[in-house]
């Protein structure tokens, strides 16, 4: 069976495949990251994971809309891939949240950028944002987890010219994340390891690699 292309008009299966498991991951992803979170919030002895040179890099304010753009992502998957390839991928995403939640917790961290209190002309998605992010989940990144997982998944069934431009967006949303000083570089790297690591313990039709099966 083929893991997909892009179409307009996906299969039935596959949107309702796509809503199931987006019902899924968001109650699984606001109640670990939110969970996580408030935790952290009530702890003391945050760890300090930047380099202070990191703290020169600018903030600039429109990237925020790059940053964002991660929730577009979101419903792209049900429009290029499969049934097989969805499962797969949203197994991935599901790993990915439950293994950070756990490093939230043993390496709570700090955020060594200061917020500003106001921004002009984007203060609407800062308050967004700001509102379901204390922050203390930072490393490993779920921003960028997610973001490497869901476009490379897209990548992987995509022609060249698509491919460059998947690539593009990706890079442009992991540079949002320090941009907008929502994350340092540490943050980053953790979340591309564990996207790395999601996408090797799921295989691409969807089975657990400790399981008998075909390899990807």
Not at 71 to 85: C, D, K, N, S
Not at 151 to 174: D, I, N
Request: charged fraction near 15%; hydrophobic fraction near 55%; proline fraction near 4%.
């Amino acid at each position: 069976m083929s893991e997909g292309g892009w179409t307009l008009r996906p299969e039935r299966r596959d949107v309702g495949v796509s809503l199931r498991w987006a019902a899924f991951l968001t109650f699984l992803f606001l109640a670990i990251y939110l969970g996580c979170n408030w935790i952290t919030s009530q702890r003391s002895g945050l760890y300090r994971l930047w380099f202070d040179w990191e703290l020169k890099i600018p903030f600039v304010a429109a990237m925020v809309w790059a940053y964002l753009s991660l929730f577009v992502t979101f419903f792209l998957p049900m429009f290029a891939l499969r049934e097989a390839a969805l499962n797969a991928l949203c197994k991935r995403l599901a790993l990915a949240v439950i293994v950070s939640g756990c490093l939230f917790l043993l390496v709570p961290a700090q955020l060594g950028f200061e917020r500003p209190a106001e921004v002009p002309g984007e203060a609407a998605a800062f308050r967004l944002i700001y509102l379901f992010d204390r922050p203390h989940n930072l490393v490993p990144s779920l921003h960028v987890s997610w973001s490497a997982l869901i476009l490379g998944s897209l990548r992987a069934v995509s022609p060249s010219w698509t491919r460059r431009l998947l690539e593009g967006w990706f890079l442009l949303l992991c540079a949002s994340t320090v941009l907008v000083h929502q994350h340092h570089l540490l943050d980053l790297l953790g979340g591309l390891l564990v996207a790395l690591g999601a996408g090797y313990a799921v295989r691409g039709d969807g089975t657990w690699t400790w399981t008998k099966g075909e390899s990807r």
